[in-house]
T-cell receptor
């Protein structure tokens, strides 16, 4: 079975502060991990995926297979980063199926 | 390129009725997946279609069904609606099965009274 856990439902930081959204997963193979973001009144969209190893909008995420984690980090949060963030996993034999975490609502205060 | 289009955007039904939701994927995308989003359960996978065949199915009762047409457009149907079926239903498309990024539609908000 595959499972994704985001321990924080709500996260509030001040503008310019570092932010880390935690994601842990359970999967007995080599998964593909994603972070999706949903801004207010917008559709769910991909932020980044671990195989790309990119930095999008200043966000990075490193897959730690030993700790089965895929935490999302940004050194200096901006107000426009306020959104709902979902961590998702795709298994090797799951087709395109994504298993999502419960989501973390990030609020960046001025 | 147009994004994933879902129709209708909003639906109000009563218990016992059935409903059909439609999804038009991004041009060239052949895989369509459906998800249910609720405040209590979050985002849950319903099923995936590729080349007009259901390839994956989540843990939902048989009242939830779907199909895909030769142009990759997909529909999902929920029969004998229950109050608990009230949710946002999201459709996502990707180029192929098990590869490519999933792009999501804006969703259909279903309210069951």
């Amino acid at each position: 079975a595959q499972r994704v856990t985001q321990p924080e439902k709500l996260l509030s930081v001040f503008k310019g502060a570092p932010v880390e959204l935690k994601c842990n997963y359970s999967y007995s193979g080599s998964p593909e991990l994603f972070w999706y973001v949903q801004y207010s009144r917008q559709r769910l969209q991909l932020l980044l995926r671990h195989i790309s190893r990119e930095s999008i909008k200043g966000f990075t995420a490193d897959l730690n297979k030993g700790e089965t984690s895929f935490h999302l980090k940004k050194p200096f949060a901006q107000e426009e980063d306020s959104a709902m963030y979902y961590c998702a996993l795709r298994g090797e034999t799951s087709g395109s199926r994504l298993t999502f975490g419960e989501g973390t609502q990030l609020t960046v205060n001025p | 390129k147009a994004g994933v289009t879902q129709t209708p955007r909003y639906l109000i039904k009563t218990r016992g009725q059935q409903v059909t939701l439609s999804c038009s994927p991004i041009s060239g995308h052949r895989s369509v997946s459906w998800y249910q989003q609720t405040p209590g359960q979050g985002l849950q996978f319903l099923f995936e279609y590729f080349s007009e065949t259901q390839r994956n199915k989540g843990n939902f009762p048989g009242r939830f069904s779907g199909r895909q047409f030769s142009n990759s457009r997909s529909e999902m149907n929920v029969s004998t609606l229950e109050l608990g079926d009230s949710a946002l239903y999201l459709c996502a498309s990707s180029l192929g099965l098990a590869f490519g990024i999933q792009y999501f539609g804006a969703g259909t908000r279903l309210s069951v009274l």
